[in-house]
């Protein structure tokens, strides 16, 4: 004799091979929500969708960035304001493999934020990517941090983006 519970399952189970598969239901596709089209929102939609994402929901979205220049112009949006520096270093490492041109507000406004693991990577970012033009704003927060770290890496940077 069968158990109440198995028997539910195997009628759950005879239900599911009737059913086209593309009108099944997948369990594991229901637990994930669709996320929407951010390309298609105005750039304060962007902005209100993402910070009203959990952090991990942040990581996720920057992790599935290209950066294209319009997912560019929403991290240089977010990058000064309440992020956390987890999400902004991964905003920077996405950034790292993009074109400079639509990278540069978002690694320049990452110079001016309070932590400062974030902005000595905004420091290799531009040294990855940028040139002997980024040399003035480099020697600027070399001259005004006040953090040792900081100014070193400006310094190398610097370094890296002379002329030869």
């Known amino acids: 004799m069968q158990t109440a519970a198995v028997q539910l399952a195997e009628t759950h189970e005879s239900i599911q091979q009737h059913i086209p598969t593309s009108t099944a239901v997948d369990p594991v596709a229901q637990e994930e929500p669709l996320q929407p089209d951010m390309a298609a929102m105005q750039p304060e939609e962007q902005t209100r969708y993402f910070l009203g994402q959990s952090k991990e929901d942040q990581l996720a979205l920057v992790f599935g960035m290209e950066p294209t220049s319009l997912e560019a112009e929403l991290m240089a949006r977010l990058m000064p304001g309440n992020v956390s520096s987890e999400v902004k270093m991964a905003m920077l490492d996405s950034l790292s ?48 941090n006040t953090d040792e770290d900081v100014r070193n890496a400006a310094d190398s940077a610097i370094e890296a983006l002379k002329p030869e």
């Open 97 to 144: 493999s993009s074109e400079y041109a639509i990278s540069f507000p978002a690694i320049k406004n990452a110079l001016d934020v309070p932590d400062t693991e974030v902005v000595i990577r905004a420091v290799e970012v531009f040294a990855e990517l940028g040139s002997d033009r980024d040399i003035p704003v480099l020697k600027k927060l070399a001259e005004t």
